[in-house]
Each structure stands twice: as C-alpha cells, then as structure tokens.
C-alpha cells in the first residue's frame, strides 16, 4: 500500500546569526505581530534573549582571553567574569575573621560606621569557590531583573578568603543556600603557573601582577641577553619595586604612592615611597620606589659590566 505524505508550510520569519545581538524589542519587530499582540508571556521572550546576550558577551571575552593567553605582552593575570554566580552555603568563622583585619580609617558599613580592626556586630561571611581577586561594585540577586542590589564596601565585601555579607537579614528569601551574583568579577583560574611559570621552572604560586611580573623577568633573562637594564629590571621585580618600562617617561603626577608618567601608572610598595618629582624625565628601568639603587661592580677586569672608573662599585641597597 502507497501512503502519501502531506507537508504544510508555516509562516515563519528566519533570523540570522546577528539575532544573539538583538536587543529584546528588536527581537519582537523580527518575531511578528502574534508575538507582540497575541502571545501574553512575552517577559518569558524577553529575559530569554536578554540571557542569550549575556552569554555571547561572556563568549566573546572569553574567546579574546584564550587568544590573550599565548602572547606574553597582552596575557590575562585572571580571568573575568561579567556576572559570576556565588552560592553562600555556611557561615564560616575563619572567614569572618580575615575580614577583621583593617589597616585604619573608619569604615562605612551597613550596620553603620567603625573604626579599627572590629568586624561588625551581625555580619556573616562565607567561604567561596573561586579566589576572587577583585569583584565589581555590585552584587544583584537577579541578573536581568534585580530584586535588590548590595554595594560592594557598604552591604559586603570580598577578600581572597570569601565573602563578606555585613546586614545577613538582605539574603532573606533568597532560597537556602542563598546564590547572588558578582559583576565584573576577576578569578584566578592558575593562568600565570599553568602557561608561564611551569615552563619556566618558576615555583607555583597564585595568580597575582607580582608572580606575573616574575615570570615575565625569568622569560626574559633566558631568552634576551644580558644586560644592564635586564638586572635591573630583574632585581627590581624580585623586590617588588616598580620600574619604568619605557624610555624617556615624563613624570606628570605624583599623588601619595601613586606616581603617574605619560605612558604609565606605577603604585610604590616600599616605606619610603615615590623616589620621583613631577616633571622628571626617566629612562627605562628607573627605580620608582625610594629605598633600592642598584650599581655595577666595574673594578674588576673579568666584570661583564666594565665602563670607567668613575663609576660607583658593585652594591646592592
């Protein structure tokens, strides 16, 4: 027996591949009149590609850091994370205690202003997932459609040792465990190890600009020659001493330890501070911080370094 096969064809409206770009009211002028007139949970349409955007701006950064990540000069120290979800289990009091360490100054919190090393009274902290570097300002409960919003320094805070929620009674309703959201959070994933210091026989440490920096110095010694500038440059980030990385900087600001030059930003480390004035103009590998000089040993003949003899011994300070 011979069956025979209808096919209806239904109005439809093809979008290409730019629709992930589409903002949700673009979406509807593509979807149709029914979409728009008929259909009545069209807020379901909406938070969907309002979704889909926030992923294909996650992918897109995620796609430039992978590329990041075999060029030394543009390499990721962490990675970000435009909203990154946080589960806040149980309470822990090891964390609540690394937040009671506070360099001075009175601090705004949401129970009110204290001074010291005090935590407030009522806050809770919680252990993370991830060693959060640096999170973004704000943290939402909902990302397309806020509920609340809790201001980083004044409702919580984030240390490399979790989180820190100073008024818990704003998690209310939240489910159990309570899940926020961080914006432009920087997470060490082991970049700088994993690409960089494993292959260079560096120890493993955790992500930070210093253990990048020393990387970075390591490479350099093995694969450029030796020079004056190269040690200098190299003792200088073994101290953690800024450096300028360019010829012929001009110091333009100088604001506490932050020194600001016309190609770059450097923040001292060292008791002594900026070791600079506004208006001096530095070679590369000039020390920023006060408290470090460098000089070569040229007295002695077998020395690499042998200029005349004018020049200062061979100390390190």
Request: glycine share 10%; net charge negative; charged share 20%.
């Amino acid at each position: 027996m011979w069956w025979r096969t209808c096919k209806m064809d239904y109005p439809a409206t093809t979008i290409d591949i730019e629709a992930a770009q589409l903002t949700d009211e673009e979406l509807f002028l593509w979807l149709g009149t029914f979409w728009t007139s008929v259909f009545s949970d069209t807020d379901t349409i909406r938070s969907i590609q309002a979704g889909r955007a926030f992923l294909t701006a996650q992918l897109r950064l995620d796609t430039a850091e992978a590329a990041s990540l075999l060029s030394i000069p543009d390499f990721p120290v962490y990675h970000r994370e435009r909203w990154l979800p946080v589960q806040l289990d149980t309470p822990s009091p090891e964390v609540l205690a690394s937040f009671s360490v506070r360099t001075g100054g009175d601090v705004w919190a949401g129970s009110g202003l204290f001074s010291g090393s005090v935590t407030p009274a009522g806050a809770e902290a919680y252990r993370l997932d991830y060693r959060i570097d640096s999170p973004g300002y704000f943290a939402v409960d909902n990302v397309y459609k806020p509920g609340f919003i809790l201001v980083r320094g004044i409702d919580f805070d984030v240390n490399q040792e979790g989180l820190l929620v100073y008024d818990p009674s704003r998690l209310e309703g939240l489910g159990d465990p309570a899940q926020l959201w961080l914006s432009d959070a920087l997470i060490d994933r082991g970049y700088v190890y994993d690409f960089l210091g494993y292959i260079l026989g560096v120890d493993k440490r955790p992500s930070t600009p210093y253990y990048f920096d020393l990387c970075k110095m390591v490479h350099g010694q093995q694969t450029r020659a030796v020079s004056r500038g190269a040690l200098t440059g190299a003792v200088m980030t073994i101290l953690d001493v800024p450096y300028t990385k360019h010829d012929h900087e001009r110091v333009v600001s100088v604001d506490g330890d932050v020194v600001v030059t016309d190609q770059e930003v450097y923040r001292t480390t060292g008791p002594g501070g900026p070791a600079v004035s506004v208006g001096d103009e530095l070679d590369k590998y000039t020390p920023v911080g006060a408290g470090v000089e460098v000089h070569f040993d040229i007295g002695k003949p077998e020395s690499p370094f042998q200029r005349t003899a004018t020049e200062p011994s061979g100390l390190l300070h």
